[in-house]
Each structure stands twice: as structure tokens, then as C-alpha cells.
């Protein structure tokens, strides 16, 4: 259920992606204000995201997701009843505030999991990105065929199906328990992150493990917004299906990344080393990407890049996870998710500016520097002790 509403918010999300800069030029806006309106959504998130973690820490999971929801749903009501434009940022606003389902989600399979399947339901649940991805586009073309307000109240209508969904199917939860020192706590022997206790070693580890997800969201989300540009001048002679035919591709091959090696690699590995491995097969394909080499090139570039991308964000939650008690599992996952939307604001306007003032293949490069600056940045010393775990 925790899986089935973060993907139907996923969609919702994924509905809306495609028509809105076309949406905003019908108010007036320019090519850079449009992308200010996409940009803008990441920004509220960065804001809200460690706020919302940390509210569900506090009042629990369940209430959290329904009130994300529900402000999804408003959102995209003001989005789609927009007269003017600035009514329009305000709906984009309304909408990234509310757009924590996926770090409250993960911080519900966290508490809900087995350490042992930690990672491979992570992982599920970021293959919920790539449903989103694939149905939302999909069902806001059918959509936009009435109009082009019309993606916006369907998406306001399956957030609050969604809402109601949630509200009555997902278990109420619990606050979490912080430990109370006894020595039959069962969280007695695991760093616990509060607001006030971000500034200790564990709070350190989690500054570093957000840091990780801040740089690795630059440079993926430069590939994101650059890699239809690269086709563009390296393949001249395809057209826009090839395009979207290659978006697809990795996007399924994301889910099975997620679905299928996510686990495995994690109870091979742990947690910390399949994240250095992780990063050097991001860093591998940009490297690849930037080169070229035809065909063959770009296929090893995307497999490369995909499975490490793949891994990685699932992996990193994960480590998070280890890293703090339950008391502190929403807080230390919104500041993560926080730490990405900023990454999703400076990724495509440092690629943007690399590939047009460098090179089709600078941003590429930029982002497997950043890569290898990240494997450095990943914590050292043993993986953390499971709760209650015997040594």
C-alpha cells in the first residue's frame, strides 16, 4: 500500500511534467520562465521536505502522506484554474511544498522491513518513479487532447483518490519511539538523529550521506535535461520517437535495476561499498557518454550509467536508514530528498550553460568528476549495527 500510493503520486507527477512549459507559454512565459516553473516545484521541495520527514518522526507516517497528498491535489487545482501567471508559480509552489510522499514513503518501509529486506523494498519503491514516469506521461496525452488544463485536474483527481486510499488502507502507525537508554532498548546501540541532535557524529554521517545525493543529483540531472540535445546533434538522422523511445528504455531499465539488483548487491556488498560501486558505473558512463563512440558507445554509457543511478539512490537511503534510530528516520530522509530537489534546480542549468558554451560532451565530464568526488564523500569505517543485532 505504501508502494501503491507513492506511485500513483508518481504519476500524478508524471501527468503534469510534459505539458507544463507548453501550459505556461499560454499565459505569456518565456522559454527561461517556463524552466523557472519547473525549477520553482524543486525549490519548495528542498525547503519542505526536511520539515514534512520530520513531522512524521513526530505524528507518524500515515497522516503525513495524506496531508502531502491533499496538497498535491490543491496544487494542481491552482494550476489548472490559473488566470495569470503568477498563479501558476503559486500552484507550482503549493505543489513542490507538498511533495514528500517518497521520503515519508521510504521512512514507512523503514519501519515496516526487515533490516535484511531494507534494501530490496527500497528499491521497490523507487521503481515507483519509474511507473510514474512511464503511466504519467502516457495518461496526460490522452488528457490534454480536451485541453491543456485538463492533465491538471485529473492529476488533482487521482491525488485526492489517492488521499482517500491512503487514509483508509494504510495502517495509522505510531510517533516513533525514541531510545530511552535502557539496556533492553532495542534502538539502545543505534545513533538516533533528532532536530536537535543533527550536529552529532551520526547527525555528521547523515550530513555527508544528503551531500552524496545533493552531487550525484547535479550531474544526473544534467544528463536528464541535456541527453535529448545529445542524440539531437550526435544522431542527426533520427527523429523525436527515437527520443522518447530511448527515455523509455531507460526508464525500465531503471526499474529492474531497483526491482532485481538493488538487493543483491546490498547483502553482497553492504550498504557503503555498493554505493562507492554504484558511483564509479555513474562515473564510468558520463565518461563513456562524453566520448561517444556511435551506437555501441552510447549503449554501454546508459547501461553503465542506469544500473549505477539505479543502485545508487535505493543504496544511499538505505545507509541513511543504518545511520539513525527511528526516531529519526523521516527527518534524516527529508533532508536527503531536500538535498536532491537542490541538486534537480543546479543540475540542468550547469549543463545547460557546459554544453552550450563548452561542448556536447562537457556536462558529461563535469558530472563524472562530481561522481568521483562522491565516492570520497561516502562515509568510511564499518557498516552500522543492525538494532538489537548480536555482534
Not at 541538486?343 to 542549468?349: A, D, S
Amino acid at each position: 500500500m505504501v508502494w501503491a500510493t507513492v506511485a500513483m503520486d508518481m504519476v500524478g507527477f508524471g501527468i503534469l511534467l510534459p505539458v507544463l512549459p507548453l501550459y505556461a507559454e499560454d499565459f505569456g512565459a518565456s522559454p527561461a520562465t517556463a524552466a523557472a516553473l519547473v525549477a520553482v516545484f524543486s525549490a519548495a521541495q528542498m525547503v519542505a521536505a526536511p520539515f514534512w520527514g520530520r513531522l512524521s518522526d513526530r505524528i507518524g507516517r500515515r497522516t503525513v502522506l495524506v496531508a502531502a497528498l491533499v496538497g498535491s491535489c490543491l496544487g494542481s487545482l491552482v494550476t489548472g484554474l490559473a488566470g495569470a501567471l503568477w498563479v501558476l508559480f503559486a500552484g507550482r509552489i503549493v505543489d513542490g511544498f507538498s511533495g514528500s510522499s517518497y521520503a515519508v514513503g521510504q521512512a514507512a518501509v523503514a519501519d515496516l522491513a526487515e533490516p535484511e529486506d531494507r534494501p530490496r523494498l527500497l528499491g521497490l519503491l523507487a521503481a515507483a518513479f519509474g511507473v510514474g514516469f512511464v503511466a504519467g506521461p502516457l495518461i496526460g496525452s490522452i488528457a490534454a487532447l480536451g485541453s491543456r488544463e485538463l492533465p491538471f485536474f485529473v492529476a488533482a483527481a487521482l491525488a485526492a483518490a489517492n488521499a482517500v486510499m491512503a487514509l483508509v488502507r494504510l495502517p495509522a502507525g505510531r510517533p516513533a519511539r525514541r531510545p530511552t537508554g535502557r539496556p533492553d532498548d532495542a534502538e539502545a546501540s543505534t545513533p538516533t538523529v533528532g532536530r536537535m541532535a543533527l550536529w552529532g557524529s551520526a547527525g555528521l554521517a547523515v550530513r555527508r550521506l544528503a551531500m552524496l545525493s545533493l552531487v550525484s543529483m547535479i550531474g544526473f540531472a544534467g544528463f536528464e535535461a541535456t541527453f535529448a540535445l545529445l542524440v539531437e546533434r550526435r544522431f542527426p538522422e533520427v527523429g523525436d520517437p527515437t527520443v522518447y523511445g530511448l527515455f523509455a528504455a531507460i526508464g525500465v531499465l531503471m526499474v529492474l535495476v531497483q526491482t532485481r539488483v538493488v538487493g543483491p548487491a546490498n547483502a553482497r556488498l553492504g550498504s557503503r561499498p555498493a554505493l562507492r560501486a554504484a558511483l564509479a558505473s555513474v562515473a564510468a558512463g558520463m565518461v563513456v557518454l562524453s566520448i561517444g563512440g556511435g551506437w555501441a558507445g552510447l549503449a554501454v554509457a546508459l547501461v553503465l550509467l542506469v544500473v549505477g543511478q539505479g543502485v545508487f539512490g535505493p543504496t544511499l537511503s538505505n545507509a541513511t536508514v543504518e545511520t539513525v534510530g527511528t526516531g529519526g528516520r523521516g527527518e534524516a530522509l527529508g533532508l536527503q530528498q531536500g538535498a536532491g530537489a537542490m541538486g534537480r534546480i543546479i543540475g540542468p542549468l550547469l549543463a545547460g550553460v557546459l554544453m552550450d558554451q563548452v561542448g556536447v560532451g562537457a556536462p558529461y565530464l563535469v558530472a563524472a568528476a562530481l561522481a568521483v568526488v562522491a565516492i570520497a564523500v561516502v562515509p568510511s569505517g564499518a557498516e552500522p549495527q543492525t538494532p538489537g543485532a548480536t555482534p
